[in-house]
């Protein structure tokens, strides 16, 4: 919100320099952004008019501008095409500062040019390059740009919260500063003069008035649509609007000032004047002011006539019936519109424009009739028409003002310090509050335009604010300690483990499509295909939330490999979106993905690549810090995975996700490196693990036994289930179990495979002897024969 400093001292009284009252403002709540002061930065800019203009004869984007600043002609190159012979135009002369920028004489494809023409984004009035400023036909030849359009002024740039849509409007921060000095707000005139007495020509009927709660229509004729005064473009442009014309000027000059949205229609273009606000057709299009044709959504609501729709309601209005250089007479509209009914139109039509930044929030049901007024007043002075004096006010359901109950004992033990009843009532009716004092306690009649304030706690901070948030004793709370919750200790801690391996974290969308589970090879029947639809993607490959976190990783070590890292070790800790039929459950899910060089070449060897193995060491770490003993690893086929390097990972016995090597085909898919190995696992199976303090063993002073032991068992049986059932039957001597060889073929039966394992035995209390160690063996050889008929081979 752009405010002008001048502008706001017509409103209230200001003793007080900008900087000082936008650090009062800040302090209060309203938080200044910065102070712009654009006239600083210029000199020598001054008003021309347009004589000729002609095509640049070695240049076709360029044009030849002959002007005239009332001191003789001269003649200046220009880029832009939007110039007319008549127009007025800020031109820079020889010697003119701009910014940093000095202008100079200069030769252009063999032209000279006799200095600048300037845009609005050059002089700092608006964002706008695409073309030459033209300004308003009355001002004088030769006069300083700076003085004409008011840039030797301050501008105020506020950043405005979503609760405070009454700071949306000059009027609403000259409250604040009213309120803040002790000053008197001057609140504008609104009586249109001399009204005349015909009828209104204008009938408004709201089939929903739930979306639109009040609609007020003026009527006026006579007009002469022409360019804008001096004064107001002035105005507009330094609050960053474009001026168009007095009627529409009128309207978005209303809007700056009193913070409420209006719009003017072309009367003969409106269907006997007759204005219906309603819900959109199902198949109703729409061509908007910005010259976009919008299909409507039943849920939006417009405005129309009896024959078709002329606008979408609170957010941007028609291009059939807007006001033009033919318009004579006009019907005014000033509504209040439901918030999230205006908020989900923008959003749908991905269309926010100033009067849906105010809707959206929660305009005053109040203001209508005022700003109205107004915006007639201003029409009928700018443009010499005829209002009428009749006032078209459909409200079928007036809405009425809340009432809040105020204890002053409550403000002063939630504050910390002792604020007085009389205190605070004159806070509160400092900003327009209603204050009836009933002994203790004060009853407040909530103003239309604060929407915010609806329980005791929003009043106690109004006088919080306005009394001065400096004033907050620095006191602690009482309470107890803050901390994380198991599970997030946990996350926390897996993070810092899994970047200890050497891996990065990644940050991927959540937005994926069935594209990437195309891409993934995933069968149509799998359980991902299941995906949460997005209603209004921004993107067809962005269309739904995502159901797996492989593609954005693989996407991600894409990138890096194509940057020529050599190698990636990238993971996520996010979640995944599985629908319901209601909310959809969100899942904490582990990604991770391996690929490319794992160790470098260097002059003591040849480097190293991830594979299935080292990827396996990462997750096992990653589980000895979750406090998981004893995780699972069984063989598992199935896309996106290698066919035989692969494997499910349990967790006390349940599924928790898988590891493998990326089948070929998804590895060209995705254009990461053949050999690239992928992870992704539920983290609740891991959080069922409590997280705890790692506890140091001391080292024992006896020493170890190391037998080996080889043992036949059938093809199926997984090793990893094998070494689990040795631990078991081995503790506590059995201290470190670890598989050294596999061994398949003549010696072994056909369908069986012997493992030999390395076992290191040790005990607390005293030395094992050959005998402790064979008796140790012999248990571990009963379990693994009564488990899975296994034999002992010698």
Sequence with gaps: MRVSFKWLKELVPVDVAPEKLGEMLSMSGTKLESIHRPGNSIGDVVVAEVLAVKDHPKADNLTLVEVDSGDGTRSVVCGARNLAVGDRVPLAQVGARLGEATIAERRIRGEVSQGMLCSGAELGVSRDHSGILVLPSDLALGSDIVAALGLDDAVLEFEITPNRPDCMGIIGIAREVAALLGAKLRVPDAQVGEADVMAAQVEVEIVDPAGCPRYVARYIEGLAVAGSPAWLAARLMTAGVRPI????????????????????FDAARVTDGHIVVRRADQGEELVTLDGSKRSLDPDDLVIADPARPLGMAGVMGGEDSEVSGDTTAVILEAAYFDPPSIGRTSRRHVLRTEASARFERGADPDMPPYAAARA???????????????????????????????????TSTLLGYEVDAASQARHLESIGVGVERAGARLEAGIPSWRPDLRIEEDLIEEVARLAGFDRLPATLPSGV????????????????????????????????????????GLGEDHPARKMVVLANPMLEDESSMRTTLLPG???????????????????????????????????????????????????????????FFSAKGVLEATFGAAGVEHAGWSPVSGMPLHPTRAANVSVGGHTAGTLGELHPDVCERFDVARGTVVAELALPALFASPLT??????????????????????????????????????????????LFDLYRGEQVTAGRK????????????????????????????????HEFGAELRA
Excluded: C
């Design 245 to 264: 014309s007095n009627v529409v000027d009128a309207t978005n000059y209303v809007l700056l000032e009193t913070g409420h949205p209006l719009h003017a």
């Design 376 to 410: 007639l007043a201003l029409m009928a002075e700018l443009g010499g028409g005829r209002p009428s004096g009749a006032v078209v006010d459909a409200y079928p359901r007036p809405i009425e003002r809340p009432r809040v109950t105020l204890r002053a004992e409550r």
């Design 481 to 520: 300690n803050g901390g994380l919750e198991p599970a997030q200790a946990l996350e926390r801690h897996l993070r810092r483990t899994l970047s200890g391996t050497g891996m990065r974290e990644a940050w991927t969308s959540p937005l994926s499509s069935q594209r990437d589970l195309d891409a993934l």
């Design 553 to 611: 990783l693989l996407r991600a070590a894409a990138h890096n490999l194509a940057h020529h890292t050599g190698g990636v070790a990238l993971f996520e800790m996010s979640r995944v979106y599985e629908p319901t039929g209601g909310l959809p459950r969100e899942p904490l899910t582990l990604g991770a993905v391996w690929s490319g060089t794992r160790t470098p070449q260097t002059w003591r060897g040849p480097g190293t690549k991830w594979d």
């Design 693 to 738: 303090r790692v506890k140091a063993a001391g080292l024992s002073r006896f020493p170890a036994v190391y037998i080996d032991l080889a043992v036949v068992v059938g093809e199926a049986i997984p090793a990893a289930t094998v070494t689990l059932a040795i631990q078991q039957a081995g503790a506590p001597e059995a201290t470190s179990v670890r």
């Design 754 to 785: 012997s493992l030999a394992y390395a076992l290191e035995l040790r005990s607390p209390e005293g030395t094992l002897t050959d005998d402790d160690a064979a008796r140790v063996r012999d248990r571990i050889v009963d379990a693994l024969s």
